[in-house]
């Protein structure tokens, strides 16, 4: 489901995940529209699938474009309706970084990727390459607020920005809060505090470079324009 928030009087667009459970998935997409249209005005589109992943590449790629706003993909509907998406780059999870290397491969739609052999996908891209495989099929087994695996801690920081920054001052001070308030959160938690500190500063420094590539703009020194 796509749906708007507001910042600052500013709509702006989210999606979320639902589990319909037993419920009716398309009464109920019919129900948060009506909910959104009474409450702030707004349309929000529907996307309605057999797992995570379905929900989303049928979101992405149908339901903006029906009347209603609401289309649904089952696993029956893989070949008719994922298998004939291209180029690549219209698939979830595929940039085009990941695009290109699968052209150079003779792979232009997900039919094809689907139908290329698990082993050699997995020979060159490894786990990704097990991934792109099973997505192209609409497999996802992953499930709605699934707890994180025991262990694993990670920290991460997003930001809606209102505008778009072009300057480079702008994007190395946004870039910065963000590294900033993460190495805050290591802190906090008490862990790989040391170590926090230690990537704040190479950080710091690394943000005064020539160019406003991202990539170069965070880690210039591991950067050799192909990442």
Same mark, same amino acid.
């Given at each position: 489901?796509?749906?708007?928030?507001?910042? @600052? &009087?500013?709509p $702006?667009?989210?999606?979320?995940?639902? /589990?319909?459970?037993?419920? /009716?998935?398309?009464?109920?997409?019919?129900?948060? %529209?009506?909910?959104?249209?009474?409450?702030?005005?707004?349309?929000c589109?529907?996307?309605?699938? #057999?797992? =995570? !992943? !379905?929900?989303k590449?049928?979101?992405? !790629?149908?339901?903006?474009?029906?009347?209603?706003?609401?289309?649904?993909?089952?696993?029956? #509907?893989?070949?008719?309706k994922?298998?004939?998406?291209?180029?690549?780059?219209? =698939?979830? &999870?595929i @940039?085009?970084?990941?695009?290109?290397?699968?052209?150079?491969m003779g792979?232009?739609?997900?039919? %094809?990727?689907?139908?290329?052999?698990?082993?050699?996908l997995?020979?060159?891209f490894?786990?990704?390459?097990? +991934?792109?495989?099973?997505?192209?099929? &609409?497999?996802? *087994?992953?499930?709605? @607020?699934?707890?994180? =695996? +025991?262990g %694993?801690?990670s920290?991460?920081?997003?930001?809606? *920005?209102?505008?778009d920054?072009?300057?480079?001052?702008?994007?190395?001070?946004?870039? $910065?809060?963000?590294?900033?308030?993460?190495?805050?959160?290591?802190?906090r =938690?008490?862990?790989?505090?040391?170590?926090?500190a230690w990537? $704040? /500063?190479?950080?710091?420094?690394?943000?005064?470079?020539?160019?406003?590539?991202p990539? %170069?703009?965070i880690?210039? +020194?591991?950067?050799? @324009?192909?990442?």
């Amino acid at each position: 489901m796509r749906n708007p928030h507001f910042v @600052g &009087g500013t709509p $702006l667009i989210d999606e979320s995940y639902l /589990d319909a459970g037993k419920e /009716d998935p398309e009464e109920m997409a019919k129900a948060i %529209q009506s909910s959104m249209w009474r409450e702030f005005g707004l349309m929000c589109t529907v996307g309605i699938g #057999d797992n =995570m !992943l !379905l929900s989303k590449l049928e979101l992405d !790629l149908e339901s903006k474009k029906t009347k209603s706003g609401i289309a649904r993909w089952r696993y029956e #509907d893989v070949p008719n309706k994922l298998w004939k998406v291209h180029p690549l780059s219209k =698939m979830w &999870g595929i @940039g085009g970084r990941m695009e290109r290397n699968l052209n150079r491969m003779g792979i232009s739609t997900v039919g %094809q990727l689907a139908n290329f052999p698990l082993e050699l996908l997995e020979k060159r891209f490894g786990i990704m390459g097990n +991934q792109l495989y099973y997505h192209a099929h &609409g497999i996802d *087994l992953s499930e709605i @607020g699934a707890p994180l =695996m +025991q262990g %694993q801690i990670s920290f991460g920081k997003s930001q809606i *920005l209102l505008r778009d920054y072009t300057k480079r001052e702008e994007i190395k001070a946004v870039l $910065l809060e963000i590294c900033e308030e993460v190495a805050r959160r290591h802190v906090r =938690m008490m862990k790989l505090v040391e170590q926090s500190a230690w990537e $704040l /500063d190479t950080v710091k420094k690394s943000l005064v470079v020539d160019s406003i590539d991202p990539k %170069q703009l965070i880690f210039p +020194q591991y950067h050799d @324009g192909h990442l």
